[in-house]
């Protein structure tokens, strides 16, 4: 036999082999069953909607709630809290002298912290427009299909701004079915204040007598069927929001 024909015989030997163990393997894989599993998160019921409402009025400023501030210690409480929902729609609306709606109620939790976490003080102007808050949080959950709807209220301070007062807008939850559930942050007395004027990056610092409306809290939540809660320090509200 001329080297040729030698070469010729070994290549197809060569590939006769390789087919043989390649369909061999095919046959083991073919038997073993393979599929390839899709999985998909299918929620039986409809989560509850929840719209923060957040006060970042200077006072909130207050440094009572070491290490952070009152604002902070908030933004900081809400945040866990996101991070510990599953398939529940949340939203945010913060209130200064003006109200406006940061995140609407969704599913977009990574959106809604990174909107959290920009939020600074006195962005809103230096009033507190608790009723203005609640109303544009309210106007947010209108078309909510949810079978319970709650707005999370947290301030420090009394309505001095706005046009339209708590006590108003909690009707207008009511008429709803929103309840709301007030946090009302820190005590009465003098507490140390220190933050920067967004517009001129001026830093104040000095005592502020703290106090908030406790009855105007308290009303708004039975007004809607929800609940007062006082937050005194950084444990009191990680209770109250775990």
């Not at 001026?202 to 069927?225: D, P, Q, V």
Request: hydrophobic share 45%; glycine share 10%.
């Amino acid at each position: 036999v001329s080297k040729p024909g030698i070469y010729i015989t070994k290549f197809i030997l060569l590939i006769g082999s390789f087919s043989f163990w390649f369909g061999l393997l095919f046959l083991m894989v073919a038997n073993a069953g393979p599929s390839i599993v899709s999985r998909e998160k299918i929620y039986m019921t409809r989560g509850i909607d929840i719209m923060f409402v957040l006060d970042e009025s200077p006072s909130m400023a207050g440094k009572d709630f070491l290490p952070f501030n009152r604002f902070e210690a908030a933004k900081d409480v809400i945040k866990l809290f996101v991070e510990g929902r599953d398939h529940d729609p949340v939203g945010l609306v913060s209130f200064g002298e003006h109200a406006v709606l940061r995140v609407p109620p969704g599913l977009d939790y990574e959106h809604f912290l990174e909107r959290l976490k920009g939020l600074q003080l006195m962005e809103l102007g230096n009033g507190t427009a608790m009723g203005m808050g609640i109303a544009v949080a309210c106007l947010h959950l209108d078309e909510s299909t949810a079978e319970e709807k709650i707005i999370i209220l947290l301030t420090d301070g009394d309505n001095n701004a706005g046009e339209i007062v708590p006590e108003s807008a909690a009707h207008i939850a009511a008429a709803m079915g929103i309840k709301i559930y007030a946090v009302g942050l820190g005590g009465v007395g003098e507490v140390p204040l220190e933050f920067t004027d967004p517009e001129t990056g001026k830093i104040y610092r000095g005592m502020y007598k703290s106090s908030y409306n406790e009855e105007t809290l308290k009303e708004l939540a039975e007004i809607t069927n929800g609940r007062f809660f006082q937050a005194l320090s950084p444990g009191a509200l990680d209770t109250i929001l775990s």
